[in-house]
Every structure is written in C-alpha cells, then in structure tokens.
C-alpha cells in the first residue's frame, strides 16, 4: 500500500482526467450518467462529524447520501452506468421479470434481484450512513458477499462516498500495487484505498474539497454541470486505476 500516497496532485489529476476523456469518447460515455446520477439521485449531507474526525480536521463541507429513490430507478442508474446501451433493457428485464439473458452482465442479476427484494431494509440502512470512507470508520462494512464486479459496482452505488467499484483490469493493477484483493475482503480493500488517499491529501496539504475537484469531467463537455459539492470520493478513487476502452 502507499501507491496513491506516492504520486503529486499533478499526476493524479491527469489520470483521473485521461480516465474521463476515455470515458465521454467511449459508447457508454459513463461519465454523462455519472452526472445524471449526482445531479439526481444523491444529496450533498452537511457535515456533522465531531471536530477529532479526520475529515473534519481537513476542511469537510459534506458527504453524498443516496436520495430516497426506488428500486427501479436506482436500476435505471444501474443499466445506464455499468451495462452498454444494447444490454440495459434486457438486464433490467432480466432482474425485474426473470427474462433470459446470457451477456456478460448476468452475474449482475442476482445481486440485483437481491437487492430488489430488499429495498426498503437497504436503503433506509444507507441512508443512516452520513459519512464518507475518509471520515474515521466512515467506510461501510458490506456484510453480504461480494464475488463479482457486479456486487462491488451495486454497493459503490449505493454508497457514493463510502464504497469504490472496480473492473478486472483494475482489480489485477490494485492486487499488483499491494492493496487487498477485493474479492477476498471488500470492506478491508476499501478501507486501504481511502487510508492511502488520507495520507496523500496530508503529505500535499489538501481539503476534502480539493480532493474532490482532483476530479472535474465538467471541463471536458456543457453537458456535464459541475456539481456545487463537487465529486464522489469513490469515483475520485476508481478512476486513478481504470480507464474505460475506446471506441
């Protein structure tokens, strides 16, 4: 561990950049729906951690908390961020009608159909959950298990500042650096993740805020708004590893 600790502002600013130009030039331009889904989906939480947090200490406005939404539009959000255009539908079908479908995201529906059975119980447990993974034990500990991207991307979703996604590329290039394979151990994976990322913004004297706006995909298009509380933590996180493939 220490990967991310090591490099400067500069460097990681790039990536995380590089990683969104791929992302808009790429067919599911996840970065549009990312937008959609801060502009629509979360709420900017005032931060209400006592003043010995760390995040407190580093200049904390807020966190990001799932807005009290349905089932069937968090899975809209879903098949729109993680899934290509020509599979959304049938995935939805899949996970809402028991449809048969064989692409490379079925193993998304049974955390899905999981999901959906129940929502209630999770989304009032997420929204308890003010914090972000850098506050002090402000990284949700997932008890249900997590053996596929799948899972990961469906908690990094519900979890927008807590929970980091990650795809097989970014799994092997994080397994190579010294953090904990996520699929052995999802909440201690995490947790490595936002401890490096704390020891980074104090070796370069930086805010949560500017944490935050190391990531501003708002440049690339006018379609993209740049959200008052700036990004998502856990996007911040995924993409200094990965970058979508082009078209």
């Known amino acids: 561990m220490g990967h991310i600790a090591e490099l400067l502002p500069s460097t990681l600013g790039e990536r995380v950049a590089a990683s969104n130009r791929d992302s808009l030039n790429g067919s599911q ?8 889904a801060i502009q629509n989906d979360y709420e900017m939480v005032p931060c209400q951690c006592a003043s010995t947090c760390w995040c407190a200490q580093h200049g904390c406005q807020g966190h990001y908390r799932l807005k009290p939404i349905t089932f069937e539009q968090f899975l809209d959000r879903y098949v729109q961020l ?25 193993r998304a529906v049974p955390p899905l159909q999981w999901l959906g059975e129940h929502w209630d119980m999770v989304v009032t447990q997420v929204r308890s959950h003010t914090r972000s993974g850098l506050c002090d034990e402000g990284v949700p500990v997932i ?3 997590v053996t596929h991207l799948y899972d990961a991307k469906m908690w990094s979703q519900l979890y927008y500042d807590g929970i980091v996604p990650f795809d097989t590329s970014s799994r092997a290039l994080m397994k190579r650096l010294g953090f904990v394979d996520p699929l052995k151990d999802f ?23 500017e944490l935050r706006r190391l990531d501003q995909p708002w440049t690339l298009t006018t379609e993209i708004p740049e959200p008052p509380g700036g990004q998502p933590l ?3 996180l995924d993409k200094i590893f990965y970058s979508p493939t082009k078209k």
Do not use: C, H, M
């Open 234 to 236: 856990s996007r911040l």
């Open 29 to 36: 331009q996840y970065v549009i729906w990312e937008s959609r």
């Open 187 to 209: 909440t201690a994976f995490n947790r490595q993740l936002f401890a490096d990322l704390r020891i980074f913004a104090e070796r370069r004297g930086l805010s949560v805020n």
């Open 82 to 106: 993680w899934a290509p255009p020509n599979a959304r539908q049938i995935l939805k079908q899949a996970v809402l009608d028991n449809a048969k479908f064989e692409g490379r995201q079925r």
């Open 143 to 145: 008890t249900e298990s």
